[in-house]
């Protein structure tokens, strides 16, 4: 069968909702702390509630879209989301505010395993990584702006829509999913009555140079983005707590923290046009200390250039963790929408663990600095793991690299 249709729509919904998500989550966090009295403890608490969610939904999600349709699941996904923001905005509760991110995490799991499979499917190798990479750019991107603008969304349009601005996005993604559907669904169509007539418009078949695959590597990227996540999700946690210890206020915080976002971003459209780093262990293993510094610089920054610095290193660190693991998980498998749940749910792991390990330590110590080195004896833990991994590879293939 021919290539897929175009795949515009697909990015058009991914950013949309990146841009939904990282205003909502990442301010809604904000708000809880400094308007509605949730103390560090608590805020850790809910990323913690939010990863505990998302591990198991994203892997039911995955299988869900691969069993029952893509588009059924983005479906659900998008209504589920809908709901979760608005319960939050309709009644101002504290438990109306926790079930709705739980409501909206759980929804989320069936949408983006969907988005990469979509994006995904029917390419050739050679294709594939321009589909991964532009996918990165683009959600990444649309994190950094809704991070950037969304400390002066909140001011101006009030924090009304942190839960209003959300729910608009994902009725108009609820309704768009309809012709998406009907398009990619005739596509299919056409290629069935085309193979029973023996036909094939599309570019004839040319056997392909053979990738060499290290079967270790996507070890390696099931490894680096749970802590990835990890270090990326405490750091989102402790913002409220940084905002307030460096004297900054919610708009003035939300420009500073959107530096990672988009040096991330711009880690993205590097790794995206220069393919060299494919395979490499050194670049993977270079990723995960760069995670450590920059989540110890930011836990710890005394000033403002401290924490620029960095972020300049997380940005950079979380870009390739989260590439690796995406593009080795596409790269050769068959069941795209399964895998896609799977590399979410490894993203869950570092979601759940990060804020969990950084609250046993602020319970423990009462320190808000403490996540630092609990949750960075972890990044090290990690670092070893994969060096460990490696290593055991080369004994078996009696190579090494």
């Known amino acids: 069968m021919q290539r897929g249709p175009g795949k515009a729509g697909y990015y058009i919904l991914e950013g949309f909702n990146s841009f939904a998500t990282a205003y909502f989550f990442n301010y809604v966090l904000q708000r809880l702390k400094r308007e509605l009295g949730f103390s560090d403890l608590e805020t850790l608490l809910l990323c913690v509630l939010h990863g505990l969610i998302y591990v198991p939904a994203s892997l039911f999600g995955g299988r869900f879209g691969q069993r029952f349709g893509y588009f059924k699941s983005l479906h659900i996904g998008f209504a589920g989301q809908l709901l979760g923001v608005g319960l939050a905005g309709c009644i101002p509760a504290i438990w109306a505010q926790v079930a709705g991110v739980a409501i909206w995490t759980a929804s989320m799991c069936f949408i983006w395993p969907m988005l990469e499979a979509l994006v995904s499917e029917h390419e050739t190798g050679r294709a594939l990584p321009n589909r991964v990479g532009l996918y990165n750019v683009i959600w990444a991107g649309a994190a950094a702006v809704g991070v950037f603008a969304g400390g002066t969304l909140y001011k101006v349009l009030g924090p009304a829509s942190l839960y209003w601005l959300p729910a608009v996005i994902h009725l108009g993604q609820?309704?768009?999913?309809?012709?998406?559907?009907?398009?990619?669904?005739?596509?299919?169509?056409?290629?069935?009555?085309?193979?029973?007539?023996?036909?094939?418009?599309?570019?004839?078949?040319?056997?392909?140079?053979?990738?060499?695959?290290?079967?270790?590597?996507?070890?390696?990227?099931?490894?680096?983005?749970?802590?990835?996540?990890?270090?990326?999700?405490?750091?989102?946690?402790?913002?409220?707590?940084?905002?307030?210890?460096?004297?900054?206020?919610?708009?003035?915080?939300?420009?500073?923290?959107?530096?990672?976002?988009?040096?991330?971003?711009?880690?993205?459209?590097?790794?995206?046009?220069?393919?060299?780093?494919?395979?490499?262990?050194?670049?993977?293993?270079?990723?995960?200390?760069?995670?450590?510094?920059?989540?110890?610089?930011?836990?710890?920054?005394?000033?403002?250039?401290?924490?620029?610095?960095?972020?300049?290193?997380?940005?950079?660190?979380?870009?390739?963790?989260?590439?690796?693991?995406?593009?080795?998980?596409?790269?050769?498998?068959?069941?795209?929408?399964?895998?896609?749940?799977?590399?979410?749910?490894?993203?869950?792991?570092?979601?759940?663990?990060?804020?969990?390990?950084?609250?046993?330590?602020?319970?423990?110590?009462?320190?808000?600095?403490?996540?630092?080195?609990?949750?960075?004896?972890?990044?090290?833990?990690?670092?070893?793991?994969?060096?460990?991994?490696?290593?055991?590879?080369?004994?078996?293939?009696?190579?090494?690299?």
């Open 174 to 401: 609820w309704l768009a999913v309809v012709p998406l559907q009907r398009r990619h669904d005739a596509w299919i169509a056409q290629g069935i009555a085309q193979a029973l007539e023996g036909s094939n418009p599309g570019p004839s078949a040319t056997a392909e140079a053979p990738v060499i695959r290290p079967t270790y590597f996507l070890q390696l990227a099931w490894i680096g983005n749970p802590f990835n996540y990890m270090a990326v999700n405490t750091v989102l946690a402790i913002v409220p707590s940084l905002s307030v210890r460096l004297g900054h206020d919610i708009d003035r915080m939300g420009w500073l923290m959107s530096i990672w976002f988009t040096v991330r971003t711009l880690s993205f459209l590097v790794l995206w046009w220069w393919p060299g780093w494919h395979y490499r262990f050194g670049w993977f293993v270079s990723g995960m200390f760069l995670l450590l510094a920059g989540f110890v610089g930011i836990v710890l920054a005394p000033s403002v250039w401290v924490l620029v610095l960095a972020q300049v290193a997380l940005g950079w660190a979380s870009a390739l963790l989260y590439y690796s693991s995406l593009f080795y998980a596409m790269d050769g498998s068959d069941t795209k929408g399964e895998h896609g749940g799977i590399h979410e749910a490894f993203i869950g792991c570092g979601i759940f663990g990060g804020p969990a390990v950084s609250a046993v330590a602020v319970w423990a110590t009462g320190s808000d600095t403490s996540p630092a080195w609990a949750v960075g004896a972890f990044l090290v833990g990690g670092l070893i793991t994969a060096v460990v991994v490696r290593a055991r590879a080369n004994r078996r293939s009696g190579s090494s690299e």
